[in-house]
């Protein structure tokens, strides 16, 4: 267990930001848990990995470079915060007079990003509609169980496909609209793409069949993939949320505008004095939003 732990720390310390393209398993399994650590250090905000660092400082030297990694990343998640709050007044404290002729505006970004997910979150309804078409039909006996595993691996299966191609387009968009942290992203892409190959083995294994003797395995995989894009989406949300609110920042600097809060923030809002940039903000990110 000792060992296998380190070699997840070790492989995972030759470049998680950097040179990790290279590390490569003996197989499929071992390419799957080391993108797990990978993901979970992400969106985590690489908090885990702090942990586990904390614990293994009597380690040798060669793992000194994951700390560099980790604090990399982080610098790289943390650098539109940082611009942010620079852009704030230095004082938020000052009496509501001294704010006169200030010009104050809000964003709803839960609004977007809601708005953005829609398309998936409707795909995916209907895809739960259809596994409860066949949960029905298989309870009031209208399948054979044969016929409903069968059915029920190609749908499941049919659902983690359409998370994969819709994480992956969501990747490749970012990548090409938020520069400042497009490398991190590219490496993601690249660790990600040899899975692509796993979910369309899967999908071709549902088609055909599969044999009991080997459904616990299937499972495993398939779960495990799915935790891996579930983690992966978190990581895209925290992403482009960073992007709309960088996008928010520039029309409030081009427009003269102090203060700029989140829509869920903000207890009461008079729209006679307080301007929704929100808007104006999705006008700037048409690729996101379907247009």
Known sequence: MVKKLLLSIAVLGLGFVGGFLGAKLASPQGDIELLREDLDSLTDHVAAVKKALASLEGLPDEFASLKEAVASLEE?????????????????????????????????????????????????????AKLDDLSRAYQEEKIDKDTYTKELLKLQVEGLKFQVDWSLALLRKLKASFGEISGVLQEVEDKLRPLEDQVKALEEKAGAGV??????????????????????????????????AK???????????????????????????????????????????GR
């Open 76 to 128: 790289d998640v943390g650098r539109l915060k940082e611009k942010t709050a620079a852009q704030q007044p230095a004082s938020t404290t000052a009496p509501a007079t001294s704010a006169a002729g200030l010009k104050i505006a809000y964003v709803d970004l839960q609004g977007l990003l809601d708005e953005i997910f829609a398309p998936k979150a409707s795909a995916l309804e209907a895809h739960s």
């Open 247 to 289: 996008i928010a920042g520039e029309v409030a600097a081009e427009e003269g505008i102090a203060l700029v809060v989140q829509r869920k923030d903000v207890l009461y809002v008079d729209p006679s004095q307080v301007i929704d940039l929100s808007a104006e903000v999705k006008e700037r990110a048409p690729e996101f939003f």
């Open 211 to 244: 044999p009991e003797s080997e459904l616990q395995d299937f499972f495993s995989q398939y779960q495990q993939l799915q935790l891996i894009f579930q983690q992966l989406e978190q990581l895209l949300s925290q992403t482009l949320t960073s992007m709309l």
